[in-house]
């Protein structure tokens, strides 16, 4: 069963079996591509570009994509660290948060051998 994205409270209690993904998906972690609070702009990524084609014809992300797209971020953080130099220490904060998130996300759905439903 893939995992889900569940984004609110009243969803995560309405669903208590569905993995919650929220931290992923929301803050414009991937699908912003216009809004620079987007943590994939940061590593010079877009949502469109770069994750889009990983998903298969339902909208996942599968554990080999999931590993494609970590290896993709590890590949882009010397370009995710000149973006973070940019901003006040606050804001990279945030960002090396979001992106700690992520990958421990992707990590985790990796180890559990889930696919991610991105709900495209």
Same mark, same amino acid.
């Given at each position: 069963m893939p995992?889900?994205? &569940?984004?609110?409270?009243? *969803?995560?209690?309405?669903?208590?079996?569905?993995?919650? &993904?929220?931290?992923v998906?929301?803050?414009?972690?991937?699908?912003?591509?216009?809004?620079? *609070?987007s943590?994939?702009?940061?590593?010079?990524?877009?949502?469109?570009?770069?994750?889009?084609?990983?998903?298969?014809? %339902?909208?996942r992300?599968?554990?080999?994509?999931?590993?494609?797209?970590?290896?993709?971020l590890k590949?882009? *953080?010397?370009?995710?660290?000149?973006?973070?130099?940019?901003?006040?220490? %606050? *804001?990279?904060? &945030?960002?090396?948060?979001?992106?700690?998130?992520?990958a %421990?996300?992707?990590?985790?759905?990796?180890?559990?051998?889930?696919?991610?439903d991105?709900?495209?």
């Amino acid at each position: 069963m893939p995992t889900q994205c &569940v984004t609110s409270a009243a *969803e995560s209690a309405a669903a208590p079996s569905v993995r919650r &993904v929220g931290p992923v998906l929301q803050y414009g972690l991937y699908r912003n591509p216009a809004n620079d *609070e987007s943590l994939l702009s940061r590593f010079g990524l877009s949502w469109w570009a770069n994750v889009a084609p990983l998903l298969d014809a %339902d909208g996942r992300l599968s554990v080999s994509q999931s590993e494609s797209l970590l290896n993709l971020l590890k590949n882009n *953080e010397s370009t995710f660290k000149s973006e973070l130099l940019e901003l006040p220490e %606050d *804001e990279r904060q &945030v960002f090396r948060r979001r992106y700690s998130l992520l990958a %421990d996300f992707l990590n985790s759905a990796i180890q559990h051998d889930s696919p991610i439903d991105t709900f495209m």
